[in-house]
């Protein structure tokens, strides 16, 4: 795994806990409750990919897939500012792209092994994974038949991942109280949806005002532990 790169999260403990930053080759997942940081992440690391190497980036481009409509340019340009870029150049260097239903995700995934090979796409951002599969696959009755589309999602995605030296970040919405949600186990907090990729899980959960914990989940390679950043007005920090 020598030639794994990292993107920073704009956070130096968050990198630290990550054993450095998000990896290219991998796909990372951030799972949480509602409002706790997930979508935040994803747009910092889109901005943040762009960064030269000696700066914790990969001088590369970003993929968005927006399944929830949360993705705002508004934000790319303050967090591009907190970084002393320029707004419209980080602007042209993230193609978003709005999945209307899983089928489109799964499409729009397939249709980007032929664009990353002629871009220098260093990042695909999927938020959510999920979202899309639980709306159109409800219930405990649909369960099989969701997963098995979902794994084939995310087998789509480490592909792409390895073949084209990519990270990807995938974000999961789950619920502190899993009963509310019909009984749907994959909806609990560290539900096993991406439980048989390969890849690595973090936790996020709310804390004071601004700050946020992330925890990483079964992953054999780094130490175990939580660690807490801060979403500012101009991205995450420390
Ligand atoms: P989710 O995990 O549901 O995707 P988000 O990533 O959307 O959560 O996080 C939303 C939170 O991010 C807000 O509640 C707020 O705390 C913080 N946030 C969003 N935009 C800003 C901003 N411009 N300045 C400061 N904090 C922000
Ligand atoms: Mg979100």
Excluded at 4 to 11: D, L, N, Y
Excluded at 26 to 41: H, L, P, R, S
Excluded at 43 to 64: F, I, M, R, T
Excluded at 146 to 172: F, G, I, S
Aim: charged letters at 25%.
């Amino acid at each position: 795994r020598m030639s794994v790169r990292k993107i920073t999260t704009g956070s130096k403990a968050l990198d630290d806990l990550l054993g450095g930053g998000i990896e290219t080759k991998q796909i990372t997942e951030f799972f949480g409750e509602f409002g706790t940081g997930k979508t935040q992440i994803c747009h910092q690391l889109s901005v943040n990919v762009q960064l030269p190497e000696d700066k914790g980036g990969l001088n590369g481009k970003a993929v968005y897939i927006d399944t929830e409509g949360t993705f705002r340019w508004e934000r790319i340009e303050q967090m591009a500012r907190g970084l002393g870029l320029d707004p419209d150049k980080v602007m042209d260097n993230i193609y978003w792209i709005r999945a209307i239903n899983s089928h489109h995700q799964m499409a729009i995934v397939d249709q980007l092994f032929d664009m990353l090979d002629k871009d220098n796409i260093r990042l695909v951002v999927v938020d959510s994974l999920t979202s899309h599969f639980r709306a159109e696959f409800p219930g405990r009755e649909n369960l099989a038949a969701r997963q098995q589309l979902l794994n084939r999602h995310l087998h789509q995605l480490m592909r792409l991942a390895e073949v084209y030296d990519v990270a990807v970040v995938v974000t999961n919405q789950v619920m502190a109280r899993p009963d509310v949600f019909y009984g749907d186990p994959t909806a609990a907090v560290g539900g096993n949806v991406v439980a048989h990729a390969p890849g690595i899980r973090v936790q996020l959960k709310k804390s004071r005002n601004n700050k946020r914990i992330a925890r990483i989940v079964d992953a054999p390679h780094l130490p175990e532990g939580e660690t807490v950043f801060a979403i500012t007005e101009y991205g995450v920090r420390d």
